[in-house]
């Protein structure tokens, strides 16, 4: 079974609108980290967003928030008031409680294309 | 500037013909990870280290090695490089505290064996 599923391969959305992009994970360890990094077309991974599997609260950076739901084991990616520079690749990753390897499980990824 | 880089960012070479990207991050980070990105597969690891003279394998080792004789720096090594280890290639480093989030990548390193 996949780790990490991003069911949605691309999306196209018009520019000052909100977007969600879909995340689930599997993992039957109680301690993981959830991530979304962004890939512009230049190619660099740039980090947006961590949920760890504690966390009372959902993650918020400026207009990224994760809207992390423990039991359906989701942590989608929601981006407020779209923008053209938000057109990229967007990977969801998983950390589990494997002590040591900080390793990251990457899904397929979303491309997201703002429409203005 | 806190960052991993990586060289070179792009390459083409011919089957055979041994390589190594170097990767060198300036932030004090104990692990060290390389990653490959391929179309449909998203990022999938290939070794990391979590402190110099600890290299262990991730997910996709084969035709690859690594070594961590400095903390700074974790070359990647293919000794005889095939046309199905045409990637991109990411190194990334982070500290190995589990309570910490973010993995900095590089820029990334384009392979291309022919």
């Known amino acids: 079974a996949q780790k990490i599923t991003q069911t949605q391969p691309g999306m196209f959305v018009q520019e000052k609108e909100a977007v969600t992009l879909d995340c689930t994970y599997d993992?039957?360890?109680?301690?993981?980290?959830l991530f979304w990094y962004k890939q512009p077309s230049s190619g660099e991974m740039i980090f947006l967003i961590y949920?760890?599997?504690?966390?009372?609260q959902n993650a918020t950076e400026g207009r990224y928030s994760l809207n992390f739901q423990k039991a359906r084991k989701s942590a989608n990616l929601v981006i407020s008031a779209s923008q053209l520079g938000d057109s990229a690749m967007y990977f969801c990753?998983?950390?589990?409680?494997?002590?040591?390897?900080?390793?990251?499980?990457f899904g397929t990824g979303t491309r997201l294309t703002i429409i203005p | 500037e806190a960052q991993v880089t990586q060289n070179p960012r792009y390459l083409i070479t011919v089957t055979g013909k041994k390589l190594t990207v170097t990767c060198s991050q300036n932030?004090?980070?104990?692990?060290m990870s390389w990653y490959r990105q391929d179309p449909g597969l998203g990022l999938r690891q290939i070794y990391y280290?979590?402190?110099?003279?600890?290299?262990d394998k991730g997910d996709v080792p084969e035709g690859y090695k690594v070594s961590r004789k400095e903390k700074r720096n974790f070359p990647l090594i293919l000794e005889s490089p095939s046309p199905n280890q045409t990637s991109l290639y990411f190194c990334?480093?982070?500290?190995?505290?589990?309570?910490?989030?973010?993995?900095?990548f590089g820029e990334g390193s384009r392979l291309t064996v022919l």
């Open positions: 932030m004090n980070h104990e692990y």
């Open positions: 280290s979590m402190n110099v003279e600890v290299t």
């Open positions: 990753a998983m950390r589990e409680g494997n002590f040591g390897n900080e390793k990251l499980t």
């Open positions: 990334a480093s982070s500290f190995s505290d589990r309570n910490t989030g973010e993995l900095f």
């Open positions: 993992t039957s360890d109680p301690s993981y980290g």
């Open positions: 949920q760890g599997s504690y966390d009372q």
